[in-house]
């Protein structure tokens, strides 16, 4: 039997408002344990949450990007579990009537584009985090447990897709879509590694043509979009190879292990867990008023899906669209600017795209500090078009620019790299080096065409490099031919 | 005894120069001191905090600094309310020793208006009971009779009023708690409008319901006191920011011309003759007085203490699953998480709190929810139903505050149905939000106070106030309890 993966994915995002989703306390990722909280985070007896605006203001920006409706009543509900870092051991989140339901998001895999339906998107509050000491980190057989609350009550905002992804391919490219698209809003960081951006996979498998679910299994702990693909398909493997043997799918929790590529079952799931849900009598309903969701819909940033399209009309191909699409603001404007003084929009993107980046991974500088505008790129490429410099002079002269040496001409002209393409001179020069290479000049005319190559190579040094070499070889032909 | 004075007597000698914050402080301490071996109205007494207070009230004064009608004022607060740095257990086990951070809002306010707090009072362990019996540390007796149970939860505030130990209290009300112990005691209670008084950092037992409100000596400071905790407040996101009544402005306009209503529900099976004939006796008065007397039918009533069961115990059982051992107050021991959670709460809690903790799971849980909890909520907006189309017809409703006086300590506690009846016709106006005030109207035959209930519609405060006052002038009620004092 052929059989059908059928993936949801379930994002966690980490808002980056100033203070926390129900209190006053500053959110930031590594301040000193147990420092950025207070008696509504610790749980302390009477202490009370109060909703914070912005945080609600950003789930409205990440359910508008995503296509979604925004509830205009929104309601908190109590989520109800003991664990040692959720201090109230109920968690404040929402349940059948979230701020934002029903969107999508389009996802390119291998130059195809799949939709992919958006549940829901809900606000709730992130747990404090816990440490296992002894054990090698792991819960069972630890010494201790150290607790830090820093992060307990940081806006979180879930996001769950619908079961439409049918690759890993897929999962990942929904997973890296849905990050471009939070980090462009500017809601949060998305850091993988901080776990401002987390995810699970709810993976099951069908029979090709069925329309039924399968039993599903949720796959936990991966900290990379590779991990979640490679996690999404070890999954799919493995449940496909189970049935395929005659046994069965149950529904459990499994913890993806990056070293050993495999998922171990950490826990069965009796029907669903029972959080006995119920409305937070602490907040009243959320009023979402049409003017207020107008506005933040006006706020809206280009999204990268359009960007893309965007530079795809320029002209560029799907894999340096897709690039820059994803590059850093600043280099996007110093393309889309020398692109609108005229440059070629593929030279432009290459160059941003290649050396630019090349040069600031190796001096480890951000984007934000480069000293190149748009026109001095479009200078750059219309020089090198012009046939004013050669291709690799121009890397020279792009690291002077971005050294501050001066404009591209300006660079050219000190590091003397302007290329000798008056005909003349070079004639000149052409009738010098054969004159001093009669043997090579013998072999040419014996059949030997690799001379050719030889013969430019000194003419070039004779220049250091500075002839343009298409016009070296014509002379040379013309002379040996004569 | 001799007579304590009002919160409004108390001001005026004050600003007369007849006594000072100190020495009112120093004269409830001493009735503390010669009290407290009897009823236990008190956890905790701070001496020291309070004194510096009362002086710095002195000076003030002094200085020309008024706060207002609590400036200098002894008031004693229901140990479920936080105050920094002073020992607030809510009477559980699992609290003890705790020391909160952080003021409650209420206190905030209590000390800006310049009052003087004496103490923090007993209650039933998170304030879940009606007889001050289910308290960690031993239960408070009623002044008018010590074999007897003050009320509760707030019976502790209610008994330390009532013989003077304080001027006033504070004290929370989620089924009648601070109306119920008032009518037991002889004092005036009164609940607020939900959402007037802030509830941060009143330790809650079920946030929908939980309002913070004053027991007092007098409608007038009742009144007085409630204009100081009350107001708009940001940490509280259930809050009313609106425009708030003026609560004084009827005390003495008369009830002329207003309409009552007597609810036929809260009557008849169950209540003490005497209560009922008080009752009968003060409405006869109110009519002779110029109001419109119209018995009113609200049937809802009928199944308003179910529905309180389930929607008291399912708030609860959230809002106390922080008290984990995890972070503050009782640990138990434990090999794992779990195990130190469970030791943790099964040695914490009492009888009474883990009877309901059990009971709103229950009632929460998947399968059980819509039949439970979902019921409930419907029953809940049938009250409030109810009390709008009530109010079509008349300005405030009136009934007993309890169906009976204060019973025997012991005599309830076995049977919690029994005991749960004690709140029958205070629940409505926590399940609706609404206003209501407990008045003494005068003692059954075994000299024991029995309570007058008047409610009124959401910010009906000042109708509430004027209706109040006017029982109590027809009542004329003397708070003497008949507690022998013992010299300390």
């Not at chain 1, 809601?187 to 709810?202: I, K, Q, T, W």
């Amino acid at each position: 039997m052929r059989w059908e993966p059928v993936i949801g994915i379930e994002v966690h995002v980490e808002l980056l408002t100033d203070s926390k989703m129900f209190c006053g306390c500053a959110v930031g990722f590594g301040a000193e344990p147990n420092t950025n909280v207070c008696p509504t985070c610790l749980g302390l007896p009477g202490a009370l949450p109060v909703t914070n605006r912005a945080a609600i203001e950003s789930i409205m920006a990440i359910g508008l990007a995503l296509n979604c409706e925004v509830s205009p009543r929104s309601v908190f509900h109590r989520k109800n579990y003991f664990y040692a870092d959720l201090p109230k051991n109920y968690q404040i989140s929402q349940f059948d009537n979230p701020v934002c339901t029903g969107g999508y998001l389009d996802v390119e895999v291998e130059g195809a584009s799949h939709r992919v339906g958006i549940e829901r998107a809900h606000m709730e509050e992130d747990t404090g985090k816990s440490t296992h000491v002894g054990a090698g980190g792991r819960i069972h057989a630890a010494e201790s447990t150290l607790l830090d609350f820093n992060r307990s009550g940081v806006p979180l905002v879930e996001i769950v897709s619908r079961p439409e992804i049918r690759s890993a391919e897929e999962a990942r490219a929904y997973a890296q879509e849905l990050r471009s698209v939070v980090v462009e809003l500017g809601v949060s960081d998305a850091r993988l590694e901080e776990g401002s951006m987390r995810f699970d996979a709810n993976v099951s498998i069908r029979p090709q043509g069925s329309t039924d679910l399968g039993t599903k299994v949720e796959v936990k702990n991966m900290n990379s979009f590779r991990s979640l693909e490679r996690a999404v398909e070890h999954e799919i493997a493995r449940q496909i190879g189970l049935v395929d043997s005659g046994g069965k799918v149950v529904m459990e929790t499994r913890h993806w292990d990056e070293e050993a590529g495999v998922t171990h079952s950490m826990r069965t799931k009796e029907g669903s867990s029972d959080y006995r849900y119920f409305v937070e009598p602490d907040l009243v309903p959320m009023v979402l008023d049409r003017e207020w969701v107008r506005q933040i819909q006006e706020t809206l940033p280009e999204l990268p899906a359009s960007r893309r399209e965007r530079y795809r009309r320029d002209g560029l191909g799907d894999a340096l669209a897709g690039v820059l699409a994803a590059a850093d603001p600043a280099l996007r404007h110093i393309y889309e600017d020398a692109v609108t003084v005229g440059a070629d929009p593929k030279a432009a993107a290459n160059w941003v795209t290649g050396d630019v980046i090349g040069w600031l991974r190796r001096r480890e500088l951000d984007p934000i500090e480069l000293q190149l505008d748009g026109a001095a790129l479009a200078e750059l490429v219309g020089m090198v078009g012009e046939g004013r410099i050669s291709s690799s002079a121009a890397k020279d002269v792009l690291d002077g620019v971005l050294s501050g040496e001066g404009r591209p001409a300006e660079v050219a002209e000190t590091r003397d790299l302007i290329q000798i393409s008056d005909r003349a001179s070079l004639e000149t020069l052409v009738a010098e080096v054969l004159a001093a290479n009669p043997k090579a000049v013998e072999g040419y005319r014996g059949g030997d065409e690799k001379v050719v190559g030889f013969l430019v190579g000194q003419v070039m040094r004779a220049t250091q490099g500075k002839a343009d070499p298409r016009m070296v070889d014509e002379l040379l032909r013309e002379q040996l031919l004569a | 005894m001799s007579p304590m004075p009002s919160v409004v007597e108390a001001g005026r000698w004050l600003r007369d120069g007849e006594t000072t914050a100190v020495r009112l402080l120093e004269g409830a301490l001493q009735r503390a001191a010669n009290c407290e071996a009897q009823i236990h109205a008190f956890l905790t007494i701070d001496r020291e905090r309070a004194l510096e207070t009362a002086a710095r009230a002195d000076a003030d004064l002094a200085d020309g600094i008024d706060r207002g009608p609590l400036h200098g004022i002894p008031i004693a607060l229901k140990d479920n309310m936080c105050t920094r740095g002073v020992e607030t257990t809510a009477a559980s086990q699992i609290l003890a020793g705790y020391r909160p951070p952080y003021d409650a809002t209420v206190v905030s306010r209590l000390g800006e208006g310049g009052a003087v707090v004496v103490g923090k009072t007993n209650l039933d362990e998170f304030a879940m009971g009606s007889s001050t019996e289910n308290s960690a540390y031993g239960p408070t007796f009623n002044p008018w009779d010590i074999t007897r149970v003050p009320g509760g939860s707030s019976g502790g505030s209610a008994a330390a009023v009532a013989v003077g130990s304080s001027v006033a209290a504070l004290g929370s009300d989620t089924g009648g708690s601070i109306r119920q112990p008032a009518a037991l005691c002889g004092v005036v209670g009164m609940k607020p409008t939900y959402g007037t008084v802030s509830r941060y950092g009143l330790i809650a037992f079920a946030s929908s319901l939980d309002q913070i409100g004053p027991l007092t000596r007098t409608v007038e400071d009742s009144a007085l006191t409630l204009e100081v905790i009350w107001g708009h407040d940001p940490l509280d996101a259930t809050s009313y920011s609106g425009d708030y009544p003026d609560p004084k402005a009827g005390l003495d306009r008369g009830v002329a011309g207003l309409r009552v209503g007597v609810v036929k529900e809260l009557s008849g099976e169950g209540y003490e003759p005497a209560v009922e004939s008080a009752m009968g006796e003060m409405v006869s008065r109110l009519e002779g007085a110029g109001v419109e007397v119209v018995e009113v039918s609200l049937p809802s009533f009928e199944i308003a203490l179910s529905a309180y069961y389930l929607i008291a115990p399912a708030e609860c059982s959230a809002n106390l699953a922080r008290f984990d051992g995890i972070r503050y107050g009782h640990r138990g021991q434990g090999s794992t998480t779990e195990g130190l959670m469970s030791r943790t709460r099964a040695e914490g809690f009492g009888p009474e709190v883990t009877r309901r903790i059990l009971l709103g799971t229950y009632a929460l849980s998947a399968g059980y929810y819509e039949a439970f909890y979902g019921q409930a909520q419907r029953v809940r907006a049938a009250i409030q139903e109810d009390f709008t189309r009530a109010y079509q017809q008349v300005d405030v409703l009136v009934s007993p505050t309890s169906p009976t006086v204060a019973f025997a300590a012991g005599e309830r506690t076995a049977n919690p149905l029994a005991m749960y009846l004690s709140d029958i016709c205070t629940i409505p106006s926590n399940l609706a939000g609404h206003p209501a005030i407990s008045v003494p109207v005068g003692l059954d035959s075994q000299g024991l106070p029995i309570g007058f209930q008047v409610m009124a519609p959401p910010l009906g405060e000042e109708v509430m106030y004027q209706v109040a006052a006017e029982v109590e002038r027809f009542a004329g009620f003397e708070l003497a309890p008949t507690l022998q004092e013992v010299a300390s």
